[in-house]
């Protein structure tokens, strides 16, 4: 297993197409969101987690305890409840509640990146499923 506090720039986030089109974003958003660079920020404390994500445009922070739901809120000001777990090296967000409910985001952790895997359905340990 690897230690998630640290900086990890986002390799690849599969999918993100698809999402986003079920979800209705207009396609210039889609596009500027696939082409958009992030590094994400970890910091865990104890039991609680941080994560930040840092895009050209803004930061997004969220805190969260493995396990518990929270509420959450989007880089637009929506809001969501999710749970996260912890699988190795992967941390997959359940969501709950919201627009997005039963979206999946798998983050698999390497030593200086991570891939991001969304879907819509249950949870599952493999990242690619």
Not at 12 to 22: D, F, G, H, P, R
Request: some cysteine.
């Amino acid at each position: 297993m690897i230690e998630f506090s640290g900086r990890y720039r986002l390799e690849k986030n599969e999918n993100l197409e698809e999402l986003l089109t079920k979800l209705d974003v207009g396609l210039v958003k889609r596009k500027v969101a696939g082409l958009m660079r992030q590094t994400v920020e970890v910091r865990v404390t104890g039991e609680e987690w941080m994560l930040v994500t840092h895009t050209p445009l803004a930061a997004l922070t969220w805190t969260f305890t493995l396990g518990h739901l929270h509420q959450l809120v989007t880089s637009d000001g929506g809001r969501f409840k999710a749970t996260f777990y912890l699988e190795g090296n992967c941390l997959t967000q359940h969501t709950i509640e919201g627009p997005e409910a039963d979206l999946l985001v798998k983050r698999e952790f390497q030593e200086h990146y991570m891939i991001a895997v969304s879907k819509f359905g249950t949870p599952s340990t493999n990242p690619r499923e």
